[in-house]
């Protein structure tokens, strides 16, 4: 077995000699799933884009190119150089200068001027600056949460590298066992929903899948992560994240607090993502004086750790296993998780929560993939009678509503989650208000959702063809209509409950606190009002209570409770989910390309998850199991 020194002394030798003799290989190391080429003379190597597209085919490895740190010029002139080669109709709005990796980050409003044509102004800015440049769309909205994520990730440049590396040599690693079997073990949200959590493993690696918390539950609010398989946990090679929702990466940082020394893959609107919400539940936990299994400092931990991937990027993450992220059309960098195993000994896909229909925001799941051996899929309603209405309905349904509501004098309460049910209702509100189909009312957005949105203008290209063309081309960027208003304070709250007719869109979306509360504790008893629901309303939960036709609830008010009478209207809007509902697991399951040998059930109440799965068998004749939490299936 070579050691990592000598993968890389070898790798070395081998990279030297396919490069032209005048370029000098200074160091060569790899960090995190990528092989890094240090040279004193980056602006050959980025005269000739050839050279590392034919380097990552022959070495079958992903390929960087960084200046060795003595060659970099100083960021002010390097800044002054850019500006120089970079039309200025490119507005160039900000620039993040690396010095641990030799990269500089250039934000413009136009960022395919700053690339040129096939790179050719980017190689340009190389030859000039020593630095590598990597170009990325100034946001239309400010986030505060990506501007804290990027400020801090500055801050341990270092340590950042040493983990780097320290992966890096870790998935490079002679591959020892002679045995070849791959296993799923279950360690959560099997025939249940909540607290999502897979072990993948292989006699060289051992890969978590998802690792949620049941926020709604006291005795099953965490995965079995105290199981045998799993113990210790700085055993594990990786975690990879399907998206950033709390039942599926609320329980991340805790792994850290508990040895957990690995990196966490996901794209990058699920590592913002996840940093905003789980930063909201430790504080609104800690406000309700719930018990926190981790605190903030835990949280910063996991984003030192975090290695993003876009979707398709093929990516070794361990000796044996590859791993490539595909779109899931369920929230913002939602993806279905890919892994090929050996060198095509094996290929499984875990779907974790994902839509197979059009949305406003995002196109329908993947299912083509190269080779599928067995597929996991959620089972959210898997039911034979959980069919939803199309989403073309939905709207309609909302427009209606809304419309009947303002023409008599109300207000349109809707509680929704900050991450995408929010997204999808603005998207529908603003069309219809500039196409007059609905009058000019103000629509309000309270708690999370604002901070969420400007999340989802950073990242345009996670967004469909059409919200994309109307956004680049049509200049007409939904997310910054007139009509929506921020609101900052329990004043304006007052202001708008007080006001004329409007929509307020707040959390949370079960009605399990959040500021909603406090508009239907305001709104709650006059019937001019509607309450509209467009998403899954948990047992238990208040929204689950009113959906039902409780006409008084109680709500907590200054730490005393008082009864509130709910007169106003109360319509639920289904459609607007993020799942697939019956019809969609099933088409999938038709559509899907290579049809796989086997599928698992998970991510649904019992019921559902038996059910789809012996209807998927009865159909498509596919071995199918729904299993159960804590076993394990052997596929190969």
């Known amino acids: 077995i070579l050691s990592v020194e000598e993968v890389l002394?070898?790798?070395?030798?081998?990279?030297?000699?396919k490069l032209p003799p005048d370029i000098n290989v200074t160091g060569l190391e790899f960090e995190g799933p990528e092989l890094v080429i240090y040279t004193d003379d980056p602006t050959k190597v980025a005269d000739d884009g050839e050279i590392i597209r034919n380097l990552a085919k022959e070495l079958r490895k992903r390929v960087v190119v960084r200046p060795d740190l003595k060659v970099l010029a100083d960021p002010e002139s390097a800044i002054l150089k850019i500006q120089e080669v970079v039309p200025k109709e490119a507005v160039l709005t900000n620039y993040h200068f690396d010095g641990e990796t030799g990269e500089v980050q250039i934000e413009a409003e136009k960022p395919g001027l700053v690339i040129g044509r096939h790179g050719a102004t980017l190689r340009e800015?190389?030859?000039?600056?020593?630095?590598?440049?990597?170009?990325?769309?100034?946001?239309?909205?400010?986030?505060?949460?990506?501007?804290?994520?990027?400020?801090?990730?500055?801050?341990?440049?270092?340590?950042?590298?040493?983990?780097?590396?320290?992966?890096?040599?870790?998935?490079?690693?002679?591959?020892?066992?002679?045995?070849?079997?791959?296993?799923?073990?279950?360690?959560?949200?099997?025939?249940?929903?909540?607290?999502?959590?897979?072990l993948l493993s292989t006699p060289e690696s051992r890969i978590i899948i998802d690792c949620g918390i049941n926020v709604g539950s006291d005795d099953s609010a965490t995965p079995y992560l105290y199981v045998p398989e799993v113990y210790p946990l700085n055993q594990i090679d990786a975690v990879v994240l399907t998206h950033a929702h709390l039942d599926h990466a609320g329980l991340v940082p805790m792994l850290y607090k508990y040895g957990y020394e690995g990196p966490i893959y996901c794209t990058p609107p699920t590592r913002d993502l996840f940093v905003l919400l789980q930063l909201d539940y430790i504080e609104i936990a800690g406000r309700e004086g719930n018990r926190l299994p981790y605190d903030s400092g835990m949280i910063r931990e996991a984003l030192k750790h975090t290695i993003t991937l876009n979707y398709g990027d093929v990516t070794d993450i361990a000796p044996d296993t590859k791993l490539t992220m595909h779109n899931a059309g369920h929230i913002l960098g939602s993806s279905i998780a890919h892994f090929h195993i050996g060198d095509g000994l094996y290929n499984v896909a875990f779907t974790g929560d994902y839509k197979f229909e059009r949305t406003r925001l995002f196109d329908p799941a993947v299912c083509?993939?190269?080779?599928?051996?067995?597929?996991?899929?959620?089972?959210?309603?898997?039911?034979?009678?959980?069919?939803?209405?199309?989403r073309k309905e939905a709207e309609v349904n909302l427009i209606k509503v809304v419309k009947e509501t303002i023409n008599r004098g109300g207000k349109v309460v809707i509680p929704a989650f900050s991450v995408g049910r929010s997204q999808e209702v603005m998207v529908v509100l603003e069309e219809a208000i500039r196409k007059k189909v609905i009058d000019e009312v103000p629509v309000c957005l309270d708690g999370m959702i604002y901070e969420a949105t400007a999340i989802h203008t950073t990242y345009p290209e996670y967004l469909n063809n059409d919200l994309r063309d109307l956004i680049f081309h049509k200049g007409i960027n939904p997310f910054l209509a007139e009509c929506f208003?921020?609101?900052?304070?329990?004043?304006?709250?007052?202001?708008i409950v007080e006001g004329p007719p409007c929509v307020i869109l707040a959390t949370s979306g079960m009605l399990n606190g959040g500021p909603v509360i406090e508009y239907l504790k305001r709104l709650g008893p006059d019937e001019k009002n509607t309450l509209v629901i467009v998403g899954y309303q948990a047992e238990g939960t208040l929204g689950r209570r009113i959906q039902k036709g409780w006409k008084e609830v109680p709500l907590s008010v200054d730490g005393k409770t008082q009864t509130v009478k709910i007169n106003l209207e109360v319509t639920t809007v289904d459609g607007f989910s993020g799942h697939s509902d019956r019809q969609q697991l099933m088409e999938y399951l038709r559509r899907i390309y290579p049809k796989p040998g086997r599928v698992l059930t998970n991510h649904g109440e019992e019921g559902n998850c038996l059910d789809l799965a012996s209807s998927i068998y009865k159909r498509y004749r596919i071995p199918t199991m729904a299993p159960m939490n804590l076993e394990t299936i052997r596929l190969i």
């Not at 002394?9 to 000699?17: I, N, P």
């Not at 993939?369 to 939803?388: C, D, H, K, M």
């Not at 921020?486 to 004043?491: A, D, G, N, R, T």
């Open 125 to 198: 800015i190389t030859k000039l600056i020593g630095w590598t440049p990597k170009v990325v769309r100034t946001p239309p909205v400010r986030s505060s949460t990506i501007a804290n994520i990027k400020d801090y990730l500055r801050s341990v440049q270092s340590e950042r590298k040493n983990i780097l590396r320290t992966v890096g040599r870790k998935i490079h690693r002679d591959i020892a066992s002679k045995d070849q079997w791959v296993r799923i073990t279950t360690l959560g949200g099997c025939r249940e929903v909540g607290r999502s959590c897979m």
């Open 368 to 390: 083509n993939f190269p080779r599928l051996e067995t597929l996991v899929t959620e089972a959210t309603y898997g039911g034979t009678n959980s069919i939803q209405p199309s």
């Open 9 to 17: 002394f070898e790798l070395k030798r081998k990279v030297q000699s």
């Open 485 to 495: 208003v921020q609101v900052e304070s329990p004043k304006q709250r007052t202001e």
